[in-house]
């Protein structure tokens, strides 16, 4: 059954209009649901057999153009395939796959990692993967429920490099980690593709009030990396204000920071917003990108990428 | 939380799974083992640094009391480099374990080894762990993971 379409808030629509060339593909896209897709985990198979599997018993899928590991199934279901069961493919969004994708070069040679806020581990498990079990994760998320989806996760997935710990980032203990993912808590105005109810309970005031621990949370990851490390601060939502904003901050309370450019063959991504209403960002801000979900068939997302 | 494993205990574990399943020690040797409760051996990342409090790590490998039982997680990730101790079961009996159900030992299986945990198999697939019991195998996959299949 077709879930009935909940419309676009006026209020979202008014905040959002002039930060996209096409603003009717995308407030469109917002209420068009997002296909089926998984991540083959390389843990237990490659693409190529779990492709080979499908075909096997007909199950239709395309690759993704930009991630040789990814598929989409459109509106099949994948919970009851083998390969859920075995753990060789992990069902997961198409935008949350592309942090762990930006920083796979650094991945290669790093020995320490940092998830910073990881539940329910999509993303973990991802780096865990492109490491190839090797180094060091360390999963970090403050919320002690959501550890259990991690824990499970990672054991399904079988990611040996990862180790949990349950502390609110901002207490963490001083060290230094060669790679930090910082996936922040956000208003998720982005996964409204997945999780229609977004626009139910929509309002500005969310914005707001993650904004502020994302400030203190985004210097903290930022002064966790060693000197040359690299960093990817993300989040799942269109909001400026929990976005450039943050980056902006950061960059007026580091001066050791600076931005690198996103490229991601066969994806099309959009340079973040040097301005939005009153606010007047630091123009490196324009470096990190967002990701619009008319553009790729995606949730939305942000990422800026961060050198020490 | 969980606890650096003894050596006593890893060694008994790596004994185990080497006598038993084939599996070379040395496979496991760049990770850190620990224990948690009930006698749960855990392995990790090799390195992680001390003063992190840890919450758990890894996979679940094998539960240790009077005897050393292997987890089924840990059969999937290393089942392909074992050489022992491997059922290969036919598609039938692959569900059934899949669903979690327990059933007799097939006619279509040869055993060349003594009653005790076993690893069921299906085509190339490391499926989990079984325990075979006078002709019988009880099934040992975690409530979480059993599924009813529609592709497959």
Avoid at chain 1, 31 to 52: D, G, M
Avoid at chain 1, 291 to 296: A, G
Wanted: aromatic content about 10%; charged content about 25%.
């Amino acid at each position: 059954m077709v879930k009935p379409k909940v419309p676009v808030p006026v209020e979202f629509r008014e905040r959002y209009i002039d930060i996209c060339d096409d603003p009717d593909a995308f407030f469109e896209s917002l209420v068009t649901p997002l296909p089926r897709t998984c991540r083959v985990n390389t843990h237990k198979s490659s693409a190529q057999e779990v492709c080979s599997r499908f075909d096997s018993y007909g199950l239709k899928y395309e690759r993704v153009p930009w991630y040789e590991d990814a598929l989409t199934t459109g509106d099949q279901p994948l919970g009851s395939t083998f390969e859920h069961f075995f753990g060789s493919i992990y069902i997961q969004d198409l935008a949350s796959m592309l942090p762990p994708l930006v920083l796979r070069d650094e991945l290669t040679d790093a020995e320490l990692v940092l998830d910073a806020c990881a539940a329910p581990g999509s993303k973990s498990t991802q780096l865990s993967a492109l490491m190839n079990n090797r180094g060091t994760i360390v999963a970090n998320d403050n919320d002690h429920q959501r550890i259990k989806a991690l824990k499970f996760n990672m054991e399904k997935t079988g990611s040996v490099n990862i180790a949990i710990t349950n502390y609110d980032l901002r207490n963490f203990p001083d060290m230094k980690f060669d790679v930090i993912l910082l996936d922040a808590p956000c208003s998720s105005e982005g996964t409204v593709r997945k999780v229609p109810g977004v626009f139910k309970w929509w309002h500005p005031r969310h914005i707001y009030s993650t904004a502020g621990v994302q400030r203190q949370l985004i210097v903290k990851a930022f002064d966790m990396l060693s000197d040359g490390g690299v960093m990817l601060y993300s989040t799942c939502t269109f909001a400026p204000e929990e976005n450039e904003a943050i980056v902006d901050h950061l960059l007026r309370e580091r001066q050791d920071a600076s931005l690198e450019p996103i490229e991601i063959d066969n994806f099309r991504t959009v340079s973040a917003l040097s301005s939005y209403r009153e606010a007047e960002y630091d123009e490196r801000v324009t470096a990190a990108v967002r990701v619009f979900p008319h553009l790729n068939d995606t949730g939305g997302f942000f990422m800026a990428r961060i050198r020490k | 939380m969980i606890d650096p494993c003894p050596a006593d205990i890893r060694q008994a574990v790596l004994d185990y799974l080497e006598q038993r399943f084939g599996l070379d020690p040395t496979l496991l040797s760049g990770y850190s083992f620990w224990l948690g409760t009930k006698g749960r051996v855990i392995i990790g990342p090799g390195e992680i640094p001390e003063s992190l409090s840890i919450d758990t790590a890894g996979i679940l490998i094998a539960r240790v009391a009077n005897n050393v039982k292997p987890s089924s997680n840990l059969l999937q990730l290393f089942g392909r480099r074992m050489s022992r101790g491997i059922i290969q079961l036919q598609r039938e009996e692959a569900h059934r374990f899949m669903q979690g159900l327990d059933f007799p030992l097939p006619d279509y299986v040869d055993v060349d080894f003594d009653d005790g945990y076993v690893l069921l198999q299906y085509l190339q697939y490391p499926l989990g762990c079984g325990l075979l019991k006078e002709g019988k195998i009880k099934n040992m996959l975690p409530r979480a993971k059993r599924l009813k299949l529609e592709y497959f």
